[in-house]
């Protein structure tokens, strides 16, 4: 369990009750438009009706790379000393490549003991690989998210008493380290809890590193409740409406499927809570990702009692499976999109930041890679500055609404463009600024054709000029140009050069 909490056994008498007439009557929920009923029975065929020995996890995570390699791919990103693996399944319609398009994780029982997100992120991945190509809807979120799951964190935990069975499970990990302690705190420095940083955990820290997650989400037991930011202080979230709309949302719609009082306790009657307000830690995992890498990243506690029954296993999946989904289906709503350079046409890392928003690392960074970012709003009207080191900063306003994405690509120009092309400098251009006309002086011996654009500062074209090298002095009447600041590109078969330029 991730926090120690009552455990409230009057829960699974309610879930013994619970029984496939139940399932069959509810057949609209608060967002009518989600129906994954094809995807319900999915998994019920395998792994979903018992806990798996280590040897046969392992086979299954092999299997389904196996049997699905167009949309299936396995990562070993760790092998810990017992010999154990840390394995996490990338299903995508690409899944061997970066793509632009938002990257989503979710793992679970990183506490060893707590298992039943195990089971649920197994049966999450046969229904997924199942469900593509027939069920319209996972089609499309595979398509469209770069879906990452490792359903087991702390397999030497889980496994302590032996790899035939998850009898004996523990808590910590097999150096009785605590893992959900043992992560970089905002707060309280590098190693807060006093150990040295785990293999499990440099394991998932290179892993973030290397992925860039954007949303993800930490799945527990012990009680049931959707825990979103902070854990270890009690600053409010820059994003709390968001968390609240997707906290709620996922709560919400596991109430509606789930037994009669699940996710509704006499303490989180709503199934949901800011960690900070049920008490504080340090070190966890949740506050790491949101605080040093920036993603969207909250807690899932799914059951009062660890270890549940084999026989409860499909209850807590039919409870809990359309809210899986639909915390997926977010990761594509927001604004998003490309940084480059306006100049180059190449992918910058830059900052998108709201002013008088966020705070304690709310803001996000586009890859470097690809220019792409994204960005998780709740509804509101923002302004959003792009800016990057060497780059003039570029603001852009959004009316954004719950449920959307919107697309928003943005060009930086070099804030010393002539600097960079100053080798080439064969030209001179006057005067600057100016009101009425650009005059430019070259000093080419050979006659050639010179070709002029003049862009503003979203790379938009605004005029386009020629002129033979011949004529040493060529001058072009700008007095139609609104005032502001412009950058003038000039280029031969040899030479290129660009500056900026402000018509007044």
Known sequence: MKRIKLVFLFHFILFSAFHAQDLEEKTSMPRSDIKVAESGSAGRSGILKHYPTYPEYETAMHNYALNYPDICLLDTFATLPSGRRLLMLVIDDNPD?????????????????????????????DTLLRGYDSVPRITSLVNTIKICINPLANPDGTYAGGNSSVNGATRFNSNNVDLNRNFPDPEDGMHPDGNAWQEETKAFMTLADSLGFHISANLHSGTEVVNYPWDTWMNVSANENWWLLVGNEYADTAQYYGPSGYFSSVQFPDGVTKGYDWYS??????????????????????????????????VLWEANY?????????????VSGTISDSLSGQPLKAKVFINNFDVDSSHVYSRS?????????????????????????????????????????????PDNVSAAYAKYDRFKIYP???SYSINIKSDFKSSQMIRVNLKDVTGKMIKMWKFDSAKKNVSF?????????????ISSDQRDY?????IQ
């Open 97 to 125: 490549s970066l793509e632009k398009e938002p990257v989503f994780f979710y793992t679970s029982t990183m506490h060893g003991d707590e298992t039943e997100g195990y089971i649920l992120m197994l049966n999450l991945i």
């Open 281 to 314: 830690i340090n070190g966890g995992r949740q506050d790491y990702m949101n605080y040093f890498h920036y993603c969207r990243e909250m807690t899932l506690e799914l059951s009062m009692q660890k270890l549940l029954p084999e026989s409860y296993l499909p």
């Open 322 to 334: 359309r809210s899986l989904l639909n915390y997926i289906e977010q990761a594509t709503f927001g």
């Open 369 to 413: 890679v690809d220019g792409y970012y994204h960005r998780y709003l709740a509804s509101g009207n923002y302004t959003l500055t792009y800016s990057a080191p060497g780059y003039v900063s570029k603001n852009k306003s959004v009316n954004f609404m719950d449920y959307h994405n919107q697309t928003m690509n943005v060009q930086l120009v």
């Open 432 to 434: 600057n600024p100016t």
């Open 477 to 489: 009447v700008v007095d139609d140009i609104p005032s502001g600041i412009y950058f003038i590109h």
């Open 498 to 502: 660009t500056d900026k330029i402000i």
